[in-house]
């Protein structure tokens, strides 16, 4: 086993795969910190714990579960781990006094090529922008978020096809290998760090309900890389007969020249529904109406009368 002690810090599934790897190559993970357990499913009642404390309690792993990261008896607690470095890996915004405790200090996975995408959703801009590409980085924390000088990236493609599930779960193993290399890296050292590129900086907010609305004044083909960049999760929506209504999968609606406004909605209430783009229209191919469940559009089409028809 290697003598490096580790503590990892991480949370969902996302994170899973890079604490793997580092246990599976005979790294000292002394401790793993990570969200406390939350009541969720049906009626709120189920007590859920972290996909990292899952894997954590599998392999006897000392777990922490803080509240707040500043508090002295959490501080107190992750000194005596006596960490010479510390990974995160889809984890919360850390205070000073926690990532500059370590001797190597602390190495950020980011799902997105630094400096670009700067931000909590990264995988899903990317996709929403329609770029050809993305990747991971690690890097060095340091005050301000995702500004740490980088050390590795790995790039890989994204095809017109690929939703942001899709890229999320390629990253998701791309990303484990690079925290190996990292870590193998950092363990052999030096490392050579490299101070990011400010001209390249772009910013990957926070999906809200207005970011999330589908804007049908634009481009056919921003529209669907909208709703490919929101898929699975949470999901492009619009309204549908005045109804909130997801939209899951979409293309373009080919030989289409309608003259109607962008956002309305041309259907022969059997086959295809449209909604009209300021280039031609998108024809929703799967959709989720508020109060039913995901359909494709024949299966909807064949229960449901639309009344705000063109």
Same mark, same amino acid.
């Given at each position: $086993? +290697?003598?490096?002690?580790?503590?990892?810090?991480?949370?969902?599934?996302?994170?899973?795969?890079?604490?793997?790897?580092?246990?599976?190559?005979?790294?000292?993970?002394?401790?793993?910190?990570?969200?406390?357990?939350?009541?969720?499913?049906?009626? #709120?009642?189920?007590?859920?714990?972290?996909?990292?404390?899952?894997?954590?309690?599998?392999?006897?792993?000392?777990?922490?579960?803080?509240?707040?990261?500043? =508090?002295?008896?959490?501080? %107190?607690?992750?000194?005596?781990?006596?960490?010479?470095?510390?990974?995160?890996? =889809?984890?919360?915004?850390?205070?000073?006094?926690?990532? !500059? $405790?370590?001797?190597? #200090?602390?190495?950020?996975?980011?799902?997105?090529?630094?400096?670009?995408?700067?931000? %909590?959703?990264?995988?899903?801009? =990317?996709?929403? !922008?329609?770029?050809?590409?993305?990747?991971?980085?690690?890097?060095?924390?340091?005050?301000?978020?995702?500004?740490?000088?980088?050390?590795?990236?790995?790039?890989?493609?994204?095809?017109?096809?690929?939703?942001?599930?899709?890229?999320?779960?390629?990253?998701?193993?791309?990303?484990?290998?690079?925290?190996?290399?990292?870590?193998?890296?950092?363990?052999?050292?030096?490392?050579?760090?490299?101070?990011?590129?400010?001209?390249?900086?772009?910013?990957?907010?926070?999906?809200? @309900?207005?970011?999330?609305?589908?804007?049908? @004044?634009?481009?056919?083909?921003?529209?669907? !890389?909208?709703?490919?960049?929101? !898929?699975?999760?949470?999901?492009?929506?619009?309204?549908?007969?005045?109804?909130?209504?997801?939209?899951?999968?979409?293309?373009? %609606?080919?030989?289409?020249?309608? +003259?109607?406004?962008?956002?309305?909605?041309? +259907?022969?209430?059997?086959?295809?529904?449209?909604?009209?783009?300021?280039?031609?229209?998108?024809?929703?191919?799967?959709?989720?109406?508020?109060?039913?469940?995901?359909?494709?559009?024949?299966?909807?089409?064949?229960?449901?009368?639309?009344?705000?028809?063109?």
């Amino acid at each position: $086993m +290697s003598a490096l002690r580790i503590v990892f810090m991480g949370t969902p599934e996302f994170a899973v795969p890079a604490l793997r790897i580092l246990c599976k190559n005979g790294y000292n993970v002394v401790g793993v910190i990570t969200a406390t357990d939350k009541y969720g499913g049906r009626g #709120g009642k189920k007590l859920i714990q972290s996909a990292v404390k899952t894997y954590a309690l599998e392999k006897g792993l000392p777990i922490l579960q803080p509240k707040n990261l500043k =508090a002295p008896s959490f501080i %107190a607690e992750l000194k005596t781990l006596q960490a010479d470095l510390q990974i995160v890996v =889809a984890f919360r915004m850390l205070p000073e006094i926690v990532w !500059n $405790m370590p001797e190597h #200090g602390t190495y950020n996975l980011h799902g997105s090529l630094l400096p670009r995408y700067r931000g %909590a959703a990264p995988i899903h801009w =990317a996709v929403i !922008n329609g770029d050809k590409e993305t990747g991971v980085t690690s890097f060095k924390l340091k005050h301000q978020i995702d500004t740490g000088d980088l050390l590795f990236q790995e790039k890989i493609p994204i095809q017109e096809t690929d939703t942001t599930g899709i890229i999320y779960n390629k990253l998701t193993e791309l990303g484990a290998t690079v925290i190996l290399k990292t870590v193998q890296a950092i363990e052999n050292g030096p490392v050579q760090l490299m101070a990011q590129d400010d001209s390249q900086i772009s910013k990957a907010p926070k999906l809200d @309900r207005d970011n999330t609305r589908i804007d049908f @004044r634009r481009m056919t083909n921003q529209v669907l !890389n909208q709703i490919r960049g929101l !898929n699975p999760f949470p999901l492009a929506w619009t309204t549908l007969d005045f109804k909130e209504t997801k939209i899951l999968k979409a293309e373009k %609606a080919e030989d289409i020249a309608y +003259s109607f406004f962008p956002g309305s909605i041309v +259907s022969d209430q059997k086959t295809y529904l449209h909604y009209c783009t300021t280039d031609g229209a998108v024809s929703i191919l799967e959709l989720k109406m508020q109060g039913k469940k995901a359909m494709d559009i024949r299966s909807f089409l064949n229960g449901y009368q639309i009344s705000t028809l063109k």
